[in-house]
């Protein structure tokens, strides 16, 4: 079982960044493939960025790359999601998530552990 907290999220303008982490709890982190995903009012969960097991692939979705950067330290348990840029349109709440495998993937159902997320609110 993994456990999965995220942290770093709040209010932000228009043009700024954010750092998100998230700290795993549990069975071999060091071997799994970790996600961003995040999800608006009245919309899908979307993907936003994944990382492989020992930090590279990473993956990032066309609205996202070259603001964000997804990034981790298995010594720390811990992935981060770096975001410059934000805009009113990146305003979600995100959500890390984990799988049973070591190589990204940009689908949800593919991810077996979810944090409870945390909200990211960029104004104009």
């Known amino acids: 079982q993994v456990q999965l907290v995220e942290s770093g999220g709040g209010l932000v303008q228009a043009g700024g960044s954010l750092r998100l982490s998230c700290v795993a709890s549990?069975?071999?982190?060091?071997?799994?493939?970790m996600g961003w995903f995040r999800q608006a009012p009245g919309k899908e969960r979307e993907f936003v960025a994944a990382i492989a097991w020992n930090g590279s692939p990473q993956d990032y979705s066309y609205a996202v790359h070259g603001r964000f950067t997804i990034a981790r330290d298995n010594a720390k348990n811990t992935v981060y999601l770096q975001m410059n840029s934000l805009g009113p349109e990146d305003t979600a709440v995100y959500y890390c998530?984990?799988?049973?495998?070591?190589?990204?993937?940009?689908?949800?159902?593919?991810?077996?552990?979810w944090g409870q997320g945390t909200q990211v609110t960029a104004s104009s």
């Open positions: 549990g069975r071999a982190f060091s071997s799994r493939a």
């Open positions: 998530a984990a799988r049973n495998s070591p190589t990204t993937s940009i689908r949800a159902d593919e991810y077996s552990y």
